[in-house]
């Protein structure tokens, strides 16, 4: 006797068979903090510079812009510099003129006066043309590198209706050859404008011919401007979707990853795709995801761990190209934004990398280390150099004296948050060598932060020179959450204070002009809450301070500029932003950190 399941039942097994299973997997956590570190781990050692800082009356910009709005960074490295371009507007996204500009750097710390590479189009009406780009740059089979940009017109750059996509060459020596037009829009506003800049096929350079077709040809990589040309209807697309970032898996074939968690593979290029599908349980962000591999043959997926918030930003690996698990914070700051403006999104956000193959260079350091770009509150442009392998712990006492450390860069091993008015870098100074952190900015702070094993019991000793009275320096030490259970801060008011059971406690004048050592210890005991400081082999304290935040654990010595801040806040202009505060200057060294049995 046969047993028949009612079509009720039936139907929703036959459904779920015939799913796609998606290509991507995550199972790392998906409750993140409302925080600007998401209470995520940091990667170790990863380095956030800041590229470019929007000023508006002090402008930093070669062509003198004053934008507020900065946005949607693209990074390469080529013939042993970083080339990075990005998106610059007035006030608000998709303000016209929108135009790109570019910036270069042999180092990834420090970068030239930014240009603009796509000057904006005034159209017949009057208004002018809005700069749009998921893609950035592209290296062609004969060592060629082209820099792209859309133009898009008002009241959106990305509908489908801009004039087309614009290409020059970058030469060798960093100038730039003309702008020609790679692709118009089949449909476009002002179709009988006659357009400033020519067809790339008109070039009288055929070299430049050949890698303008070479790149039309690669249905990949040309796969990324969908978006902007949307409405075509010539049959150029394969896949159509947002801001697509690919990988080359194990197994030889591509994964892709769109906005809002799509995606898909194709084993031939991009000439055919699998159904678009949403990744498994992968946080669902309008923001841009980024994939890539990684020197140690793993797989590195950066994003916006949240449905909604665009921070903190952050990355989770694989072994396989397909479950990706852990997540760990690449940049865990959020300082106020400084200028208010339309679809001023708040966070880090926007990441992309060194596409491969596009160009082959993958950076400086590619065996050790990759490299991010990303805009801040759309008004800053950053990168991060991450360490491969992504980890976010240790083995081991700490001791550095930074005597081997290559002067005017980042502490080796240490997270830097490095703004271009508040950099940390090591210094020759006052007989040594030593991190110094300066801070000019009024709206953010240098920080210096070492990961050391998590543990209880510790014993932490460390060198300042304060080059004055009356700034402020913050020394914390946190657990794997970010809880602070051990705050001490040299204030504006030429005192040293330490928190005990969340009451700062002024403990007298400390000293400018000569080095200090501080040691704290927490007892190995796993009930002890409580640390004792010595400055100078002396307690300033009557007790050992008790814990501010009870911890099971500390993993990090936390050292920066300024005051605590969970996240910073947006949507109105701030005074005096464009203005450097007084110069604050303090230097560490011989920083010794031992877990205690």
Request: some cysteine; aromatic content about 10%; charged content about 20%.
């Amino acid at each position: 006797m046969s047993t028949r399941l009612p079509l009720g039942l039936l139907l929703p097994l036959v459904l779920h068979a015939t799913e796609p299973s998606p290509p991507l997997v995550y199972t790392g956590p998906t409750e993140i903090a409302a925080t600007a570190d998401g209470g995520l781990q940091p990667v170790v050692g990863v380095q956030n510079i800041q590229v470019f800082r929007a000023n508006r009356t002090a402008s930093a910009h070669a062509d003198g812009l004053t934008d507020t709005y900065n946005h949607a960074p693209m990074l390469a490295y080529w013939h042993g510099r970083f080339y990075l371009e990005y998106l610059s507007g007035a006030v608000n996204e998709h303000d016209n003129p929108t135009v790109t500009s570019l910036t270069t750097s042999s180092d990834g710390l420090t970068w030239d006066a930014p240009r603009v590479i796509f000057p904006a189009i005034t159209l017949p009406d009057g208004t002018h043309t809005i700069a749009h780009q998921r893609m950035g740059f592209y290296a062609a089979p004969d060592g060629r590198l082209l820099a792209l940009s859309f133009y898009g017109t008002p009241p959106s750059p990305n509908d489908g209706n801009g004039l087309g996509r614009g290409a020059r060459e970058i030469h060798a020596d960093g100038s730039f050859g003309p702008v020609y037009f790679i692709r118009l829009n089949s449909k476009r506003d002002f179709p009988d404008f006659p357009l400033p800049y020519p067809l790339y096929s008109t070039a009288p350079d055929p070299g430049f011919v050949a890698a303008c077709a070479a790149l039309l040809a690669n249905k990949l990589i040309t796969a990324q401007w969908w978006e902007e040309d949307q409405l075509d209807e010539s049959g150029f697309y394969r896949a159509k979707g947002k801001a697509l970032s690919c990988v080359t898996r194990p197994d030889g074939a591509t994964l892709g990853i769109w906005k809002n968690r799509l995606v898909a593979t194709t084993t031939d290029q991009g000439e055919t795709w699998s159904e678009k599908v949403f990744a498994a349980n992968l946080p669902n962000n309008a923001s841009k995801y980024w994939l890539q591999r990684t020197a140690d043959g793993r797989f590195a997926l950066a994003f916006n761990p949240t449905n909604r918030n665009r921070y903190p930003l952050a990355v989770t690996t694989s072994d396989d190209c397909a479950t990706f698990s852990g997540l760990a914070a690449i940049h865990g700051e959020l300082p106020d934004q400084r200028y208010g403006g339309y679809l001023k999104n708040m966070g880090p956000q926007y990441v992309r990398g060194i596409e491969a193959g596009n160009p082959a260079e993958a950076g400086p350091d590619s065996n050790s280390a990759f490299w991010l770009t990303y805009s801040v509150n759309k008004e800053d442009i950053w990168v991060a150099r991450v360490p491969v392998p992504v980890t976010t712990t240790v083995s081991g006492a700490i001791h550095d004296n930074f005597e081997t450390n290559a002067l005017g860069t980042p502490p080796a091993g240490w997270n830097i948050y490095s703004p271009v008015w508040a950099p940390v870098r090591v210094v020759a100074s006052a007989g040594t060598q030593a991190i110094e952190l300066r801070d000019e900015d009024p709206y953010d702070y240098a920080r210096a932060v070492r990961v050391f094993p998590a543990t209880h019991g510790v014993r932490i000793s460390f060198k300042v020179f304060p080059r004055q009275t009356g700034a402020h320096l913050e020394v914390e030490l946190l657990d794997a959450k970010g809880a602070r259970p051990v705050r001490l801060a040299l204030r504006e008011d030429g005192h040293l204070w330490v928190c005990h059971e969340a009451q700062w406690i002024d403990t007298g004048p400390y000293a400018s002009g000569r080095w200090q050592t501080y040691e704290l210890e927490i007892p190995p005991n796993p009930d002890a809450d409580r640390c004792a400081l010595l400055v100078d082999g002396k307690s300033p304290l009557p007790r050992p301070a008790f814990f501010t935040d009870p911890v099971k654990t500390v993993e990090r010595l936390s050292i920066r500029t300024g005051d605590h801040r969970e996240r910073g806040y947006g949507g109105h202009d701030l005074p005096h932003a464009d203005e450097k505060s007084p110069l604050a200057s303090f230097l560490i060294d011989d920083v010794v950190i031992t877990p205690l049995p």
